[in-house]
């Protein structure tokens, strides 16, 4: 028989949906939109290439981050009142 699965009832907001939510919503939105703004700036290096993808996925996953824990955060409220 296998060993049971522990399960967790998270108080408050389950920040492993929050984190799992992030990171696909910023592949899914982040690459297409890094890969449109490419498009705007003359990157002649690989290492400027990946600098470029590095600071702008950061703000992508920053703009995304932020509004998925908010939504996070009024769902657990609402579900508590």
Known sequence: MPPH?????PDG???GWVMQTT???TIVVGAPVVAALSLFV?????GQRANFAIRT???VWLCIGIPVYLYARRRVGASEA
């Open 5 to 9: 699965v522990e399960t967790t009832d």
């Open 13 to 15: 907001v389950d920040y």
């Open 23 to 25: 990171f696909v919503l």
């Open 42 to 46: 003359e990157l002649p290096s690989w």
């Open 57 to 59: 996925g950061a703000v």
